[in-house]
């Protein structure tokens, strides 16, 4: 059983300290994973409520761990649970948080601006050893590295959620992206369980360059009347053997999150008719009709 820093190769690993900056949706599964695997693990908020909320929706997700892996000895699940937890330290002090950290990863709003000042004040504060990740789904790793002064020791680390749950770890190389930075930001997916795949600063990188045109081309067929929504999603469930459609796949990420990504990438590629936003998620979005999360999105969705 390799829970836990117990293997000596684990012992000489590079990343045992970690800080997670953003106690949300990514960034608690993203301490969780991290401190079920033995990383020593800080988690930042903006406020100590956000913290203690991160705290509780963790031990939540952990007891969920615990109930399949330890199925027959609800002893050992408690352990788990309790070593697990004991590992992570909240805190809304960024210096105080950085001191001994060997890796950061920054998994707070998608907005170029707060990243920029985020970094910057990191920058200042953090050890010269530290290296910095950002698991931005849409932004260029790049562009948010271009405010500090280690770019050797910065690249993206892209979860997907749920973070827990979900095998994959994108590590995204920027041209200055030392070697060594990239061995330890592979080495360190690798330790919390995940399966790396490598790419360069690409819009989207792997996973979203290629879902994020595909969901939008299936709204454009439902917007042209081609096939009904429940048709495409069968077509594509039956067809093609996708868990699921994309358009409830829409749905289910929330039309402001794909929205405000697709009209990021046009702005900035305006020539690429991939990235040209729907209309009709437009509507839903200026209706609030956000999806799953709202009820309603291009489903109806009872509680
Ligand atoms: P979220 O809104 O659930 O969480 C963001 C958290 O960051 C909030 O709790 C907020 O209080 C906190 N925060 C904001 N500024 C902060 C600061 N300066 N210091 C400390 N905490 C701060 O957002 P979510 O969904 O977790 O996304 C975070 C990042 O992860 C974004 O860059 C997003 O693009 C990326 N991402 C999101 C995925 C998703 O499915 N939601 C998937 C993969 C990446």
């Known amino acids: 059983l390799k829970r836990g820093l117990s293997t000596s190769s684990a012992m000489n690993a590079v990343i045992k300290n970690v800080t997670i900056v953003g106690g949300g949706l990514m960034g608690s599964g993203i301490a969780q994973v991290a401190a079920q695997t033995g990383h020593n693990v800080t988690l930042v908020e903006v406020n100590p409520d956000l913290i203690k909320k991160a705290e509780d929706n963790i031990v939540?997700?952990?007891?969920?761990?615990?109930?399949?892996?330890?199925?027959?000895?609800?002893?050992?699940?408690?352990?788990?649970?309790?070593?697990?937890?004991?590992?992570?330290?909240?805190?809304?002090d960024i210096a105080e948080a950085v001191k001994d950290s060997d890796l950061v990863v920054e998994a707070i709003v998608e907005n170029m601006e707060i990243k920029h000042k985020?970094?910057?004040?990191?920058?200042?504060?953090?050890?010269?050893?530290?290296?910095?990740?950002?698991?931005?789904?849409?932004?260029?790793?790049?562009?948010?590295?271009?405010?500090?002064?280690?770019?050797?020791?910065?690249?993206?680390?892209?979860?997907?959620?749920?973070?827990?749950?979900m095998k994959l770890l994108e590590v995204v190389r920027i041209p200055e992206t030392s070697e060594e930075t990239y061995q330890a930001f592979m080495a360190w997916g690798k330790a919390i369980g995940k399966t790396c795949v490598t790419c360069k600063d690409t819009p989207g990188f792997i996973v979203n360059r290629?879902?994020?045109?595909?969901?939008?081309?299936?709204?454009?067929?439902?917007?042209?009347?081609?096939?009904?929504?429940?048709?495409?999603?069968?077509?594509?469930?039956?067809?093609?053997g996708y868990p699921m459609?994309?358009?409830?796949?829409?749905?289910?990420?929330?039309?402001?999150?794909?929205?405000?990504?697709?009209?990021?990438?046009?702005?900035?590629?305006?020539?690429?008719?991939?990235?040209?936003?729907?209309?009709?998620?437009?509507?839903?979005?200026?209706e609030k009709k956000l999806g799953l999360k709202t009820g309603e999105g291009f489903y109806k969705y009872t509680k």
């Open 245 to 286: 459609g994309p358009i409830e796949l829409s749905d289910y990420v929330g039309h402001d999150t794909s929205h405000s990504i697709l009209q990021g990438w046009h702005k900035k590629f305006p020539d690429n008719p991939l990235f040209v936003p729907n209309e009709s998620v437009d509507k839903l979005v200026k």
């Open 118 to 165: 985020f970094f910057k004040t990191l920058d200042e504060v953090a050890p010269a050893k530290t290296m910095f990740a950002s698991n931005t789904s849409s932004l260029s790793i790049g562009e948010i590295a271009s405010v500090t002064k280690r770019k050797d020791r910065f690249g993206g680390l892209h979860f997907f959620n749920p973070v827990p749950v």
């Open 210 to 240: 290629l879902l994020v045109p595909y969901v939008a081309e299936a709204i454009r067929m439902m917007e042209r009347g081609d096939a009904s929504p429940r048709d495409i999603d069968t077509a594509m469930k039956l067809g093609a």
């Open 60 to 92: 939540k997700s952990l007891a969920r761990v615990a109930k399949k892996q330890f199925k027959d000895d609800p002893e050992g699940g408690k352990k788990f649970i309790a070593e697990s937890q004991s590992r992570i330290k909240g805190t809304t």
